[in-house]
């Protein structure tokens, strides 16, 4: 995933980074973020982890069109973050969620749930 953000960086014709570089290097953020997230919940629960990310493809997707449509790169990068920022939150919500009910607790709280 690296390589596709370098990519987008080097060759791109608009100069995203040169334009907008707080929102392509919180993406970049937000995608390590959820790889880092994965990769710490698959260790603890002794599971393998997935060797694609699920936010790769809308990547590559989001790479393909800022190639063919330059004029809308801005808002391709934008479209990205938003779909990002919702996967890992998504995903975060998730693991909460399923924490809490194995734990059969409250989230942010520290009562039990009656049984």
Not at 27 to 54: A, E, H, K, T, Y
Not at 70 to 79: D, K, V
Request: proline share 4%; net charge neutral; aromatic share 16%.
């Amino acid at each position: 995933m690296t390589m596709l953000f370098w990519v987008w960086h080097q060759f791109s014709l608009t100069d995203i980074v040169e334009k907008e570089p707080r929102i392509f290097y919180f993406v970049l953020g937000i995608v390590f973020s959820n790889i880092s997230c994965r990769l710490i919940i698959s260790q603890m629960s002794d599971q393998p982890c997935q060797l694609l990310n699920p936010l790769f493809l809308p990547l590559l997707l989001s790479l393909s069109l800022s190639f063919l449509y330059q004029h809308i790169e801005l808002n391709i990068l934008w479209t990205y973050f938003f779909i990002s920022l919702t996967a890992h939150l998504h995903y975060g919500v998730s693991v909460v969620q399923q924490l809490c009910s194995h734990f059969n607790i409250y989230c942010f709280s520290l009562q039990k749930k009656p049984q």
